[in-house]
């Protein structure tokens, strides 16, 4: 059972197929209906699962069901403060039990991807926004095979080999474009060599 | 910040192996966590666009509305080799004298009612609508919902309105206290318009899901046949249709009250009130007797009587068996509820190809196939 809190409501006006369900946030005055709900906030919650589980089709299927749980429970459910704090914590735990249920990640490992949770995504929007901003920023300014190689494996999910049958490279090129790039983008984006500082209490798990 | 200095504790190679099999091996030292974190969480961010809203809404609605659900026959054994002898020798000589069919397509007859304590009836069922606005409560319906909130007034409410729901519809209503009511066809609740009494309590007839609002100072009593039930903040149905009550738990804590006898109900718990006056405990899955509140029709494995029994409720028709074999063939449907009785009767003779309906007004046979 996900957690429910007081304050922000799900307003029905009717009961059928029809039914605009409009989600209420008191206070702000704003009143969106369902369907903006879901596109507001779909792709952004499925890169949260995505962070955990490692799985394109799984992060989807973690989503849908939080957004049908959500229909489901459109009469009664009660959402405070905010209804996007509230579903990336609903999808981060929905994520951590998928992978606590696939049996193919070990209970160790599901405390370490438990604790890394915390640190993505940021509570801050601005500063999530920044991050994706530099972040793309910093891809671009990748020599162009890099860059592609990169975004072949890190955006399109393409194993290394693949790439490299692809390209018609070896696979030891793939994987020192990958790692040149990885380092570019640690220098480029301050975050990423930042989080040695939260990680250090975790090598003791 | 030197941000290479801790560059040479990482090593790069091990890493690159690990981000693509995603495993986290215990011995990797901080930096190379760290390094890890970060590229995954670049990974994360990357694939933004791979999860497009449009596709995701459009499988969010194929999943919500389709439900695809499951349709399943476990015709028991002898009577499905009766009818499928019976049908190869028939077929030719029948099939040619059938009538044309009726298709069973007919919206349900009567209206729900709203019986306020004061002697005036509302029909329910148009659009927005405001029943009454007075001290004691604001009440307005929608067409499938009706919503009171207190008024200003605080003395006790002693005279109590009924909503009356007829065969063939559901209705929904929001109690001034906050808790949410779904009624199923063929039923009744009757209730005051505001709780100021040192208890909530409201009286069903047929069947109702309760969605309770909590508050602790003022317990919210369910009266059902010979059955009560307290309220320990919590969603579940009651079944009143028959000499048998029937009160399942999807959610928190129940007490049930059937003369001297009381147990407490946890989630996926049922409490049966037998005729003869004995409360028994049995476990469930609660979502095949709350099912119809979300508007699905979910039966696992039931005999097609028993079937034909929330049918009849739910569309406003009558069913006879001109075969009581067909009675106890035992069936599982899980979909949304189709709009009319025909939908579901396809459903059912779609995979089920020993039996036929045939609709005469709002009466339907149940007949083997021919």
């Known amino acids: ?205 | 910040m030197n941000l290479d200095n801790n560059e040479h504790d990482i090593d790069w190679d091990k890493l690159i192996e690990q981000l693509e099999d995603g495993q986290l091996p215990p011995d990797m030292t901080d930096a190379e966590m760290a390094a890890l974190a970060a590229a995954r969480e670049v990974q994360a961010r990357l694939k933004a666009g791979r999860f497009s809203a449009e596709d995701g809404w459009q499988r969010f609605t194929e999943a919500r509305d389709q439900r695809k659900g499951r349709i399943r026959v476990l015709a028991r054994a002898a009577v499905a080799a009766a009818v499928v002898l019976a049908a190869g020798a028939t077929w030719w000589t029948f099939r040619a004298q059938q009538p044309v069919a009726q298709l069973a397509n007919a919206q349900p007859e009567e209206k729900v009612m709203l019986h306020l304590s004061g002697g005036r009836t509302v029909t329910l069922g148009q659009d927005s609508l405001e029943i009454q606005h007075n001290n004691i409560a604001r009440i307005k319906a929608r067409t499938d919902h009706l919503e009171y909130a207190a008024g200003s007034g605080q003395e006790q409410v002693t005279t109590m309105d009924t909503l009356d729901v007829p065969r063939g519809r559901q209705f929904s209503l929001r109690l001034a206290d906050g808790t949410q009511v779904w009624l199923n066809a063929a039923s009744r609740l009757i209730f005051p318009a505001a709780f100021h009494g040192a208890t909530r309590e409201v009286t069903v007839q047929g069947e109702a899901f309760f969605e309770v609002a909590q508050q602790a100072a003022q317990p919210f009593i369910v009266h059902a046949g010979k059955t009560e039930m307290k309220v320990l903040g919590t969603g579940f149905n009651v079944n009143a249709y028959n000499a048998q009550t029937t009160t399942t738990l999807a959610s928190g804590k129940l007490l049930v009250t059937a003369g001297a006898a009381q147990m407490v109900l946890q989630p996926d718990e049922q409490a049966v009130l037998n005729s003869n006056g004995t409360l028994q405990k049995q476990a469930v899955e609660a979502r095949l007797f709350t099912a119809w509140k979300e508007g699905d029709l979910f039966f696992e494995d039931a005999p097609l009587r028993e079937i034909t029994v929330t049918l009849a409720r739910t569309y406003d028709y009558d069913f006879i068996f001109d075969d009581t074999d067909l009675e106890r063939m035992s069936f599982t449907i899980d979909i949304r509820r189709p709009a009319v009785l025909q939908g579901v009767l396809n459903q059912i003779t779609k995979s089920l190809q020993t039996v036929r309906f045939e609709v005469d007004g709002r009466t339907v046979h149940v007949k083997k196939q021919q």
């Not at chain 1, 996900?2 to 922000?8: A, F, R, V």
């Not at chain 1, 779909?42 to 299927?61: P, S």
């Not at chain 1, 405070?80 to 999808?91: E, I, M, N, P, Q």
């Not at chain 1, 793309?136 to 490299?164: C, H, T």
Request: aromatic letters at 14%; one cysteine or more; glycine letters at 2%.
């Open chain 1, 1 to 205: 059972m996900m957690e429910i809190n007081p304050d922000y409501f799900l307003l029905c006006t009717g009961n059928n197929e029809r039914t605009k369900w409009l989600m209420h946030q008191p206070g702000s005055g704003e009143a969106v209906s369902f369907e903006e709900q879901f596109r507001q906030h779909y792709t952004f919650l499925c890169t949260v699962a995505y962070y955990i589980v490692e799985d394109e089709d799984a992060a989807r299927d973690v989503v849908q069901d939080f957004f049908l749980y959500c229909w489901h429970k459109r009469h009664i459910i009660r959402i405070t403060h905010d209804f996007k704090s509230y579903a990336v914590r609903a999808v981060k735990n929905a994520s951590l039990n998928y992978l606590r249920k696939s049996g193919k990640t070990q209970l160790e490992e599901i405390h370490v991807i438990e604790e890394l949770t915390r640190y993505f995504p940021l509570e801050d929007k601005e500063e999530e926004e920044q991050r994706n901003r530099a972040l793309w920023a910093a891809v671009s300014r990748l020599p162009e095979q890099r860059q592609r190689i990169f975004l072949m494996s890190n955006r399109d999910g393409l194993k290394y080999k693949d790439i490299a049958a692809v390209l018609d490279i070896s696979v030891n090129t793939v994987k020192t474009q990958i790692k040149l790039a990885l380092q570019f983008l640690r220098k480029e984006c301050g975050w990423m060599a930042r989080m040695i500082s939260f990680i250090f209490f975790l090598s003791r798990f």
